[in-house]
């Protein structure tokens, strides 16, 4: 799924960088809503799918 994510956004920047920028910040914010869905500090696990997620949105 990962490399399918940097795929996309790597099209995304070929074809529209503004919306690649858009698509990249929706997701940001929809990591940063799951993990403050938790009280207090999200799980290990969350922070690191989020710090993944991050990575493969980055490395495009």
Same mark, same amino acid.
Request: glycine residues 4%; without cysteine; negative net charge.
């Given at each position: +799924?990962? @490399? $399918?994510? /940097?795929? %996309?956004?790597?099209?995304?920047? =070929? =074809?529209? @960088? $503004?919306?690649?920028? *858009?698509?990249? *910040? /929706? !997701?940001? !914010? $929809?990591?940063? $809503?799951?993990?403050? /869905?938790? =009280?207090g500090q999200p799980s290990p696990?969350?922070?690191? +799918? %989020?710090?993944?997620? /991050?990575? %493969?949105l980055d490395a495009a």
């Amino acid at each position: +799924m990962l @490399p $399918a994510l /940097t795929a %996309a956004i790597s099209l995304l920047k =070929q =074809q529209d @960088p $503004a919306e690649a920028d *858009n698509f990249r *910040n /929706t !997701v940001i !914010v $929809a990591i940063d $809503a799951a993990a403050h /869905t938790h =009280q207090g500090q999200p799980s290990p696990t969350m922070t690191d +799918m %989020a710090r993944k997620i /991050t990575g %493969a949105l980055d490395a495009a």
